[in-house]
């Protein structure tokens, strides 16, 4: 354990208090599940559904789902009874297990627990009780090591005084802090000092000047240590790159793969030559040499000036799991639904009817003239209403024509929609552009210097990008990630490839100033190892200045250019451009993005963004332009915490304290230039002592770029600012936004400021305040809702759905297409869209939208196995939307692991939707009795069609199958009607996969 003076002061309660507190489950435990409630209750434990945070608990039947404040993940607890059956842990992304376990300690949630008090409003409880130390926690064996005791005591003397002074002052506060030596008075000490010193061990040490990119220099003093008789080790992220540069200056060094090959590094260190290592992990390194040992080590900042960030060396594998999926289709009651069939209604209920002795579980939605039941395995013909317009549709009319023709237009629209975007598609796949050679040794390396572990998402779209390089046509991919999920570290290794392996030319696009000096930086430290040259072009360089970079440009002396809008104009002329990054494509005007375009057809473009504009995602969603999600979050990420309020000046200034007391940075953000000096003197009267800065931009270039270096390196507590600071600032300390007036900011904004916070593992804060008086308009409104629902990490992409919703649905392709979305709602039309493509490109069975079954069969989720509606109703969803038994069965082991052992009515409905798939695959639109003998299947199927099914059926079957052509063609099974509806269910299903063996193309896996 590493620590300050400070927090082992004692502040906490002794650890026999502590340990009273806690509460102990153990396998075989007899415990009712009333009491387990109460206890969790008196702990602090709030009761919610599904489990996702810290101090959270909820039950379902027998299953209990606890978060302990003190794991890394929650616990689900199996009861049988009163006794405790198993526990496991889960994800509480998927909500599925990870581990078993034999026991688990639930700690307190809050202080107050422990205390045995009840917070109070005036603030926390401060106990008049015993208090502890850190140290009481600790074995009686715990050695403390104390480094440099002289500061130690020096500071502590100082902290130790104003903490008796504040004392004082409160005479009925007990007395809680101590002089540092009664600290560790009981454990065994050793004192480290850097000088000699009579107080403890001296480990003298000296630092290796670093001079960047100076490595005879480097060589020379690396020789200097040799002769001394020193052991030389370079801990590198690049570790051959270094080796090679120091031979290149007459200095021996050698790369040794394996850290742990102690017999080879002993004898390259016998031979008098440093051995290069790979740094696994490179936070914050520094090279020394260890006199008294004489052992010298050199890091990448003494050769590049590379500074890691500091990455945690311990991640469980667990804490990477994906981000939690936001469902933009949840439906709540009150909610506008389109049915394929009937048109825009409101959802209201779900209920249960039995019809005939079957159960079934139905939504209940209102129409102008009526309800309309929807059984919920038939959720997939409903999709929640998005459209362009401002207001509300009307409600359509049951059976009315208005629906039909509304479709057959939107549809017609459609299918001229497809048409051009597999034209664009063809015409792009025509093309031929620069295919890249494969990876070298180079770009692993480079990769490998990255100081983060990469997330499943980021290696994906890292291979996408490059196979797209490597393939002979031009690449336009848009790679859409949440903000701080590590779309820039994409971009970094796709530009290196483009240079290194192709010996081309990059540029990087950026939105600001700010940005691209961003970029820059970022850039010119991770390619520091390697011969490669990056310049910056924008408003801050001097007429000389740029001149020599266009220059440098055209003859190909530059490999990099990072820069503004600026870069797209005529005078910028490339030697080799090979390819163009575009960060934040949808802050671009329009004629800077029909210069973009021209580039499209000639050079490999990357597209980032974390809220893509509604016509990039259609195109994306359309298949008319490679898309690569980066939804994982980082494994250190926190979710930041969204408060939404009315503008209070008591919660700024508690907002401020805050981020204070915890030694953090603060973005205060208005929407106006005018009156920003008023809003720093305030801000300075709430908290005397505010350090402000200010940025906005009608500054002056100089004065904007100094204002945003003395932020970043802590000479500000407070930057008050404009949106300048929207786009991919990327600052650690900063862990707290307020933004000011947010009801004037677009969804896309909010989202983009929220994300400048919560980027260092801490937990971040957003405090977003609209006026004290007044209404807000009904877009705003909903603007400020979506940012606060979408809190979770990963959110961006659901959220440009939402923003859809708002801000309207826009044109595709340039054609008046929004009239049209509005009509039957953006999913209905993207869905017709997606049939169009798939018609043009060919299809011989019948494609339908859904297959209605009408058999009596109870096929319903119970009640009693999953209580919460919303649940429900998202297990009912999951089931219609599956699109193979492969995601039925994953659908069973998820249930069975949340809810426990499944009910006969909920695995008949499982097998209803796989009896679905296999008929709606053949093309069959409904399956129903027929005069109680027979089983009808309904289908638009031509009779050349059915012949080649049928080829299918073993030789006994055929005749049991009769087809009958004609205006409405039908398929009669005979005899079947007389067997059990489960019978006629096991059946149908396995005689329909044996007919689907006739298609070629695999079915249902």
């Known amino acids: 354990i590493v620590t300050t003076i400070r927090a082992v002061q004692p502040h906490l309660p002794p650890p026999p208090t502590f340990r009273e507190a806690c509460l102990s489950l153990r396998v075989g435990l007899e415990m009712s599940l009333t009491a387990l409630g109460e206890t969790l209750a008196g702990l602090g434990y709030e009761r919610t559904s599904p489990v996702e945070s810290e101090g959270q608990w909820t039950r379902r039947g027998d299953i209990v789902d606890i978060f302990p404040v003190s794991s890394e993940v929650p616990v689900r607890l199996d009861w049988l009874g009163d006794r405790l059956e198993s526990l496991r842990e889960f994800d509480p992304a998927s909500q599925r297990t990870l581990d078993r376990l034999e026991e688990v300690t639930v700690v307190p949630a809050t202080w107050s627990v422990v205390w045995g008090e009840a917070p109070t409003e005036e603030g926390p409880v401060v106990s008049p009780r015993a208090t502890a130390s850190l140290l009481d926690y600790l074995p009686s064996s715990t050695l403390v090591a104390l480094d440099e005791p002289e500061r130690l005591q020096a500071w502590s003397d100082r902290w130790v005084e104003a903490a008796e002074r504040l004392w004082q002052e409160q005479s009925d506060v007990p007395k809680r802090h101590r002089p540092i030596a009664d600290l560790w008075a009981a454990w065994e000490t050793l004192a480290l000092t850097e000088l000699e010193s009579d107080e403890g061990t001296a480990l003298p040490c000296r630092a290796i000047p670093a001079v960047p990119h100076q490595f005879g220099n480097l060589a020379k003093t690396l020789r200097d240590y040799r002769q001394q008789q020193h052991r030389i080790f370079v801990i590198?992220?690049?570790?051959?790159?270094?080796?090679?540069?120091?031979?290149?200056?007459?200095?021996?060094?050698?790369?040794?793969?394996?850290?742990?090959?102690?017999?080879?590094?002993?004898?390259?260190?016998?031979?008098?030559?440093?051995?290069?290592?790979?740094?696994?992990?490179?936070?914050?390194?520094?090279?020394?040499?260890?006199?008294?040992?004489?052992?010298?080590?050199?890091?990448?900042?003494?050769?590049?000036?590379?500074?890691?960030?500091?990455?945690?060396?311990?991640?469980?594998?667990?804490?990477?799991?994906?981000?939690?999926?936001?469902?933009?289709?949840?439906?709540?009651?009150?909610?506008?639904?389109?049915?394929?069939?009937?048109?825009?209604?409101?959802?209201?209920?779900?209920?249960?009817?039995?019809?005939d002795n079957a159960t079934r579980e139905y939504l209940v939605l209102q129409y102008e003239d009526g309800l309309l039941r929807v059984a919920a395995d038939q959720a997939n013909n409903l999709s929640r209403y998005r459209g362009a317009g401002e207001g509300r549709p009307p409600l359509h009319r049951l059976g009315s024509r208005a629906w039909s023709q509304a479709t057959a237009k939107a549809r017609k629209s459609a299918q001229k929609v497809a048409f051009d975007l597999l034209a664009l598609y063809a015409k792009r796949t025509q093309q031929i552009g620069f295919g890249y050679p494969p990876d070298t040794p180079w770009q692993q390396e480079m990769e490998d210097s990255f100081p983060y572990l990469p997330t499943p998402d980021q290696r994906k779209a890292t291979q996408e990008v490059k196979q797209d390089m490597e393939s002979p046509h031009p690449m336009d991919r848009l790679v859409c990630g949440d903000v701080g999920f590590g779309k820039t570290e994409v971009a970094v290794r796709a530009i290196f490839k483009a240079v290194v392996s192709g010996h081309k030319q990059a540029a990087l696009l950026a939105p600001t100033t700010i940005l691209a000096q961003q970029h820059y930086h970022t850039l010119q430290e991770r390619f520091a190892p390697y011969p490669v040259t990056v310049a910056l072009l924008n408003r801050f360089k001097t007429p000389t200045e740029r001149k020599e970079i266009l220059q440098k440009l055209a003859t190909g002396e530059i490999d990099i250019v990072v820069g503004t809008h600026q870069l797209l104009s005529k005078e910028v002329k490339f030697r080799d451009l090979?390819?163009?990054?575009?960060?934040?494509?949808?802050?671009?005007?329009?004629?800077?993005?029909?210069?973009?375009?021209?580039?499209?057809?000639?050079?490999?473009?990357?597209?980032?963004?974390?809220?893509?504009?509604?016509?990039?995602?259609?195109?994306?969603?359309?298949?008319?332009?490679?898309?690569?999600?980066?939804?994982?979050?980082?494994?250190?990420?926190?979710?930041?915490?969204?408060?939404?309020?009315?503008?209070?000046?008591?919660?700024?200034?508690?907002a401020l304290r805050y981020e204070l007391d915890r030694g953090g940075q603060i973005f205060y953000v208005v929407p106006r230039v005018e009156g920003i000096e008023e809003i720093s003197t305030r801000l300075r009267e709430l908290v005397p002592g505010l350090r402000i800065a200010i940025a906005h931009g009608q500054m002056s270039d100089a004065e904007l770029e100094a204002t945003m270096l003395a932020f970043n390196d802590g000479e500000a507590d407070l930057l008050l600012a404009t949106t300048i600071i929207e786009s991919g600032l990327d600052i650690p300390r900063a862990n707290t936004i307020v933004i000011d007036d947010a009801h004037r900011f677009g969804l896309s904004q909010l989202y983009q400021l929220r994300g400048r916070v919560g980027r260092a593992g801490v937990q971040a804060k957003a405090w977003l305040f609209y006026p004290e008086a007044g209404e807000l308009s009904e877009p705003a409104r909903k603007r400020l809702q979506a940012i606060q629902e979408f809190a979770h990490l990963g959110s961006g992409y659901q959220l440009a759905m939402r923003d859809m919703e708002i801000r309207g649905a826009g044109n595709l392709l340039g054609a008046e297409q929004s009239g049209q979305m509005d009509t039957v709602g953006f999913d209905l039309y993207m869905e017709m869209l997606q049939e169009a493509i798939a018609e043009i490109r060919g299809s011989e069975i019948p494609a339908v939208d859904d297959t209605q079954i009408d058999l009596a069969i109870t096929a319903f989720i119970p009640a009693s196995y999953i209580p919460d509606a919303d649940e429900k109703m998202s297990a009912y969803r999951a089931v219609a939307a599956a699109l193979s038994h492969r995601e039925l069965n994953a659908l069973v082991e998820e249930w069975c692991d949340r809810y426990g052992p499944i009910p006969t009515s909920a695995l008949q409905l499982l097998e209803v939707m796989k009896l679905k798939l296999v008929a709606k695959r053949l093309g069959f639109s409904r399956i129903r009795p027929e005069q109680k003998q027979h089983i009808l299947l309904e289908t638009k199927m031509e009779e050349p069609a059915w012949k080649r099914l049928q080829e299918g059926l073993p030789h006994h079957l055929k005749p049991r199958f009769v087809y009958q052509g004609g205006k409405n063609p039908k398929v009669t099974v005979r005899g079947l009607g007389a067997v059990s509806p489960n019978q006629q269910l096991a059946s149908l299903r396995e005689w329909l996969e044996l007919l689907a063996t006739a298609i070629p193309q695999p079915l249902l896996t």
């Open 578 to 654: 090979g390819l163009l990054t575009i960060d934040e494509e949808q802050r671009f005007g329009v004629a800077q993005k029909e210069k973009i375009k021209a580039y499209k057809t000639e050079v490999d473009v990357l597209t980032l963004t974390a809220t893509p504009i509604p016509r990039t995602l259609y195109m994306a969603l359309s298949g008319a332009r490679e898309m690569s999600l980066i939804q994982t979050p980082p494994p250190s990420r926190r979710a930041i915490q969204t408060h939404l309020s009315r503008y209070s000046e008591d919660k700024v200034k508690s």
């Open 236 to 355: 590198s992220a690049q570790p051959s790159r270094a080796a090679s540069l120091l031979q290149e200056h007459d200095f021996p060094c050698q790369f040794v793969p394996n850290p742990r090959d102690l017999p080879a590094i002993e004898k390259i260190q016998g031979q008098r030559t440093a051995v290069a290592l790979k740094s696994a992990n490179p936070v914050e390194l520094q090279g020394f040499s260890w006199l008294p040992f004489r052992l010298t080590f050199v890091s990448d900042r003494e050769f590049f000036g590379q500074h890691g960030a500091g990455a945690p060396t311990y991640v469980r594998k667990r804490r990477r799991s994906v981000s939690k999926q936001v469902d933009p289709n949840k439906l709540t009651p009150g909610d506008l639904v389109v049915h394929k069939k009937h048109g825009i209604g409101k959802f209201l209920r779900l209920e249960s009817l039995t019809v």
